[in-house]
């Protein structure tokens, strides 16, 4: 049972879902917009006895995620763009040594310092491996202060389900917003065994080591198999998308986190112009909705895709790698801060419904 809706800002949800879910330790560094996070949990885990590090730079604070993970807590770091590149080295040493941790990313517009406006041009970082190696994150995109809370929560179920880094990738928007969130009595907390956890011999034989160092090329590349594999069960097992509207459109509209939020007013504005829109979010932008993308592209009814980001054309290439040619994709995007409105989003289907080129 839910209780009754309160007023809370994204980050602090952010900071009070992980409380829920079983995090008593998290590591950060402040950078705006997601400082309240940081905020809150500096308030909130002296109440509770739990741990709380401002570090000295991000790079310290997610050596330090590295370490509480490998002890086999549930820990979590936020930050924002460019504390999130600082942080990638140790990323890329919690996806060798698989290691359950959230990691938060509250984008800001960039590339180098560049504001502290909303923006999405963290997708390639985040859905690619933004540290070395072949690894992957899943990355998890709320479109919802609601959303903020309960993704978070799955975050730490997957983090220790499948035993690497879970990303929340939200925007500076989203973060800095105020919603009613309804907080559940109860959470579904998923406890998983870690018997790898480095917590002292006890009566084990051997010491439990935690690396991700393997000079052997051999046993490394069996080592990078075993990853691949488990991938590959995520990939099968964990997307989450939304569909909207997809049965008689004739314009699909891919889009996540805020701009999915703007899109919706458009696809109403649209209907009323009779031009029927539809729209495929997706929730996890890795793994990617792919299939529901593909499988769209081929009905008869869709004539065209529209995707609607935060950046110069992110997410547009899986939406292309997905449609495969079937149907034209077209972009609309905006930069530095700026939000699409819904009269450009709507001027563009319009274009592409009277057939203008992509």
Not at 167 to 188: K, N, S, W
Request: include cysteine; hydrophobic fraction near 40%.
């Amino acid at each position: 049972m839910a209780q009754k809706r309160v007023l809370m800002k994204g980050n602090e949800v952010i900071a009070e879902a992980a409380l829920r879910a079983g995090c008593r330790n998290y590591f950060g560094y402040p950078i705006t917009p997601q400082t309240e996070v940081m905020h809150y949990m500096a308030k909130k885990m002296v109440q509770i006895g739990g741990n709380f590090v401002q570090a000295e730079s991000e790079v310290s604070a997610i050596n330090m995620v590295y370490g509480a993970a490998a002890a086999g807590a549930r820990v979590l770091t936020s930050s924002s763009s460019p504390g999130i590149s600082l942080k990638q080295e140790g990323i890329s040493y919690i996806a060798g040594a698989e290691l359950p941790a959230v990691v938060v990313n509250i984008v800001r517009a960039g590339p180098g310092l560049g504001g502290i406006q909303p923006a999405q041009g963290d997708y390639f970082q985040a859905t690619k491996g933004g540290g070395h190696g072949d690894y992957r994150n899943i990355v998890i995109a709320p479109a919802s202060v609601q959303e903020l809370y309960e993704l978070t929560v799955e975050a730490f179920n997957l983090a220790d389900k499948y035993r690497m880094c879970v990303m929340i990738l939200g925007d500076g928007t989203l973060g800095q917003m105020m919603e009613p969130v309804a907080f559940r009595d109860v959470e579904p907390i998923e406890v998983y065994e870690k018997p790898w956890a480095c917590t002292g011999r006890g009566e084990r034989k051997e010491h439990n080591t935690v690396t991700s160092i393997y000079i052997d090329p051999d046993v490394l590349e069996a080592k990078n198999r075993e990853l691949q594999d488990k991938y590959a069960v995520i990939e099968k097992d964990e997307v989450r998308y939304e569909a909207y509207g997809l049965e008689d459109a004739e314009i699909v509209i891919t889009a996540f986190s805020t701009c999915s939020r703007i899109s919706k007013n458009v696809i109403r504005q649209a209907a009323e112009m009779g031009i029927k829109v539809g729209m495929i979010r997706p929730i996890t932008l890795w793994p990617f909705p792919s299939k529901i993308i593909s499988d769209t592209a081929a009905m008869p009814n869709v004539k065209a895709f529209l995707d609607v980001e935060l950046n110069a054309g992110q997410m547009i290439e899986d939406v292309r790698l997905a449609v495969n040619g079937q149907k034209p994709v077209y972009f609309h995007g905006r930069m530095g801060g700026n939000l699409p409105t819904q009269k450009e989003i709507l001027d563009k289907i319009i274009e592409i419904h009277n057939g203008g080129n992509n």
